[in-house]
């Protein structure tokens, strides 16, 4: 159990569906985040909430977008994806400020674009 | 260019042997964190170890290391005694200036697969 859980780990869907990922965290953490993590690349952070309030969008395209209701839950809304989408997608918090703790991660959700 | 720098795609160890993961970093902050994370096969994120910028001493953690030259700004995460268990990718990675609102962002490198042999 990490402390972050992300649902559903797999995730296949067409370029027409509409589908959203959750992440959930009990750790007290107030900063979340989404990265996204393709073959062969480095992590890819797109977007950054701290306290409910977006404070980053890494020129992530309008197909995905994000929802943080609250300081735990984390949603990323996707619609009309491209196959090159497909990757492994990460959420992370933080303890925020902290200057010793990195990200803790969830296990991700393996998403393929059909 | 690359803020974070892991030159080395895979490496190969034998069980019980110590291994050097190598990371370089790029910036002109005085104030940074570097962190390295392992990911195994399942996916998730662990994190290992971390190195403050001010850290006079270098970071250790159980069988982990960090080998910390700031005047050459390399970070290098050393395993003691490997374990089949360690066999995963590993990532470096840093987050820059002083923490304040908004979230630790992290800039992560491309990672290094290692496999422990026995």
Known sequence: ETGV??????LVMG???????????????NAMYWYKQSAK?????MFVYNFKEQTENNSVPSRFSPEC?????????????????????LCASSQDPSARSGYTFGSGTRLTVV | AQKIT???PGMFVQEKEAVTLDCTYD?????????????????EMIFLIYQGSYDEQNATEGRYSLNFQK?????????????LGDSAMYFCA???????GGGNKLTFGTGTQLKVEL
Request: glycine share 4%; charged share 20%; hydrophobic share 25%.
């Open chain 2, 27 to 43: 910036t002109s902050d005085q104030s940074y964190g570097l962190f390295w994370y392992k990911q195994p096969s399942s996916g």
């Open chain 1, 69 to 89: 209701p609250n300081s735990s839950h984390l949603f990323l809304h996707l619609h009309t994806l491209q196959p090159e989408d497909s990757a492994l997608y």
């Open chain 1, 5 to 10: 859980t992300q649902t559903p780990r797999h």
């Open chain 2, 94 to 100: 840093m987050r820059e200036g002083r923490v304040t």
């Open chain 1, 41 to 45: 690349k480095p992590l890819e952070l």
């Open chain 1, 15 to 29: 370029m027409t569906n509409k589908k959203s990922l959750k992440c959930e965290q009990h750790l007290g953490h």
């Open chain 2, 71 to 83: 005047a050459r700004k390399s970070a290098n995460l050393v395993i003691s005694a490997s374990q």
């Open chain 2, 6 to 8: 892991q030159t080395q």
